[in-house]
């Protein structure tokens, strides 16, 4: 099975044979995009619709930011309950993604997208209908249930009805939709913020439009034509097929399609789980390394904590108002999006490898300026100037600057402000139903202080706040193109058929566990290292991402799905370089003349698809 490389070939003429000896693929030879190749509506649509999913998955995680501000005050909530209503989303996803590769292959990938708008829909009625916290609780696990189903199908079905020219950028829409849902979140967020009363409900009840738009569309749109030939249904394969490809002539691709299953059906004598048989198979061993190790380092990246922060980040930088900070946390996740749109465009051209360390790189140096920009605020920390008597005798009378202050999370920074001059600061204990306020003082709910004191938790004013800022933008630009579709999009085309649904179940857990554990653990690891220190150790890991990726990850650009397994039939890491095993492809011929939908049946009892490996052949 590792030697399967299905290489297309032209008509040697008019006399319906395919030629042995024929010119190698255009696709695969210049390595550049297809230009002149056909692209059918069809296949436009069906991205479109499956990355309705997509967009429920950006929709869902960054909506509950601005729904918390309304929420807490109304159902009175406290932090654990904060907690609770925005990780349970992301645990559920990383449930249901490694669950959701066993529904793939059973169901299909329809049905499995069909399963996540249903649940998406229910999720959303849940949480507007919600009459307390314990019913938004369920609604937040119902959602985070569809998020992680369709956040591994999506990629998948896109890629298996996608022509290989276009198959990585269609992928890359699906994380464009991602990064569109978290932006129209945060304008909704936006705007509802001024619904004082159940704003919150439209908030989260809004996702039910695009999921029941989702429902509605996919009842009427196909299954993946490679799941039905892996379930014995060719004759609907074949249909589908050419459907989706606007009716060209699809022979070639469908025996390419049913060869290489025929082929991974014969190899695959070992029983036993599917995850189990990828373990034992060296290739898909590989694949699954590179997959996972994509996944896990997009998230060790950072770009969780960045987004959640960027609120923060923009009231350091001197923007006190409520309203105003979370406009700006729109115009964050607006950067997130465009700069997606960058990926879609690249993705073609430069390829995967190329886009992911491009991207990898520039976000490594722009952690490090950001953690500069920390390092600086932090020794120009503001001092403290006033030493109120504390009733509670708490840490936070310790404290001699604002820096020490605000990293105890126990504690905020209560000042004055003349211009960028800070005065008349105290460091107080944070009122513990509300991180709002300051539990008792100047800053404290309900005082009416006349000179207006403010109240920084979790940040400190700063001069130097705008190298973050810049630091923060420069991240989004350079993170988004790629380090944030490229490791579902790569994801998505690595494994071989019989191994695609829990290869993608694996690496979409991967990416949502490392998620929670990298937003869970944010606030200590700053309060041991301090803001800097973990930018730091977020650069440090986003180098060790850079060198993984130099070292193992393969160009996928342009190859047919069947193909890609044998780029990881040699060493795992060859930097990029194929692998001498990878020279070795499977020709296929077809021996019959007609191949017309009406004698379909015929044809295929008839028809001889003959294969054979050429070892070590020349690279074209
Ligand atoms: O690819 C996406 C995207 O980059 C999102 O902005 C991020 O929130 C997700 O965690 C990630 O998987």
Not at 269 to 277: A, H, L, Q, S, T
Not at 524 to 546: I, K, P, R, S, W
Request: charged share 15%; proline share 5%.
């Amino acid at each position: 099975m590792s030697n399967l490389m299905a290489s297309r070939r032209q008509k040697a003429g008019d006399d319906g044979e395919r030629s042995l000896i024929g010119p190698p693929s255009r696709h695969v030879d210049e390595n550049l995009p297809d230009r002149d190749a056909p692209k059918p509506l069809f296949v436009y649509l069906l991205a479109f619709f499956s990355a309705l999913g997509g967009f429920l998955f950006g929709y869902d995680t960054g909506v509950v930011s601005g729904a918390m501000i309304l929420l807490k005050k109304e159902m009175n909530l406290n932090a654990l309950w904060q907690e609770l209503l925005v990780s349970s989303t992301v645990g559920a996803a990383a449930l249901s993604a490694l669950s959701g590769g066993y529904l793939n292959g059973w169901l299909g990938r329809r049905i499995c997208i069909l399963v996540a708008s249903f649940i998406f829909t229910v999720g959303g009625i849940i949480l507007s209908l919600a009459p307390d916290k314990v019913v938004l609780l369920v609604g937040r696990i119902t959602v985070g249930l569809g998020i992680g189903i369709a956040s591994m199908t999506v990629p998948v079905y896109i890629a298996e009805v996608s022509p290989p020219h276009l198959r990585g950028q269609l992928v890359t829409i699906n994380s464009l939709f991602i990064t569109g849902g978290q932006f129209i979140a945060s304008v909704i967020d936006g705007a509802f913020s001024y619904v004082r009363q159940d704003g919150w409900r439209y908030m989260l009840g809004l996702s039910c439009l695009p999921s029941v738009l989702q429902f509605f569309g996919f009842i009427f749109l196909p299954e993946s034509p490679r799941w039905l030939l892996q379930k014995g249904r060719s004759l609907e394969a074949h249909q589908v097929l050419s459907q989706i490809r606007g009716g060209q002539n699809i022979d070639e691709e469908y025996d390419t399609i049913r060869a290489s299953i025929e082929e991974e059906e014969k190899d695959l004598n070992g029983g036993g789980p599917v995850i189990f048989r990828i373990l034992r198979h060296s290739p898909t061993r590989r694949a699954l390394i590179v997959g996972c190790g994509l996944q896990m380092f997009q998230q060790l990246s950072g770009i969780n904590t960045v987004m959640y922060y960027s609120a923060t980040i923009v009231q350091m930088a001197g923007v006190r108002d409520d309203k105003q900070a979370i406009w700006l946390a729109a115009a964050t996740s607006a950067t997130n999006f465009v700069f997606t749109l960058l990926g879609v465009w690249l993705v073609e051209k430069v390829g995967r490898r190329k886009l992911t360390l491009g991207s990898l790189l520039g976000t490594g140096l722009s952690l490090a300026l950001l953690a500069v920009g920390f390092l600086l605020s932090a020794q120009n920390s503001p001092p403290i100037t006033l030493h109120p008597l504390d009733p509670q005798n708490s840490t936070c009378r310790t404290y001699g600057s604002c820096e020490g202050c605000m990293l105890d999370p126990d504690c905020g920074f209560c000042f004055l402000e003349n211009g960028t001059n800070v005065y008349d600061s105290s460091c107080v204990p944070v009122n513990q139903s509300s991180t709002d306020h300051a539990a008792w003082g100047r800053c404290s709910n309900g005082t009416e202080a006349s000179d207006n004191p403010i109240w920084a938790y979790n940040y400190c004013p700063s001069s130097y706040s705008w190298i973050v800022l810049f630091g923060l933008i420069l991240y989004l630009a350079f993170f988004a193109p790629g380090m944030g579709p490229m490791p579902w999009t790569v994801n998505s085309e690595i494994y071989p058929l019989w191994a695609r649904s829990t290869g993608n179940a694996c690496s979409a857990g991967v990416n949502w566990i490392f998620n929670v554990l990298v937003s869970l653990t944010f606030l200590h690891v700053a309060e041991f290292l301090t803001y800097y220190g973990a930018f730091f150790l977020y650069t440090g890991l986003a180098m060790l991402g850079l060198i993984f990726v130099l070292g193992c990850l393969p160009e996928t650009k342009g190859l047919q799905l069947e193909e890609i397994e044998n780029l990881f039939a040699g060493q795992l890491c060859s930097c990029g370089e194929p692998s001498p095993n990878s020279n070795r492809h499977v020709q296929y011929i077809r021996h019959d003349l007609e191949f017309s939908q009406a004698n379909y049946g015929a044809v295929e009892s008839d028809s001889a698809i003959a294969y054979i490996t050429v070892s070590n052949a020349s690279r074209y």
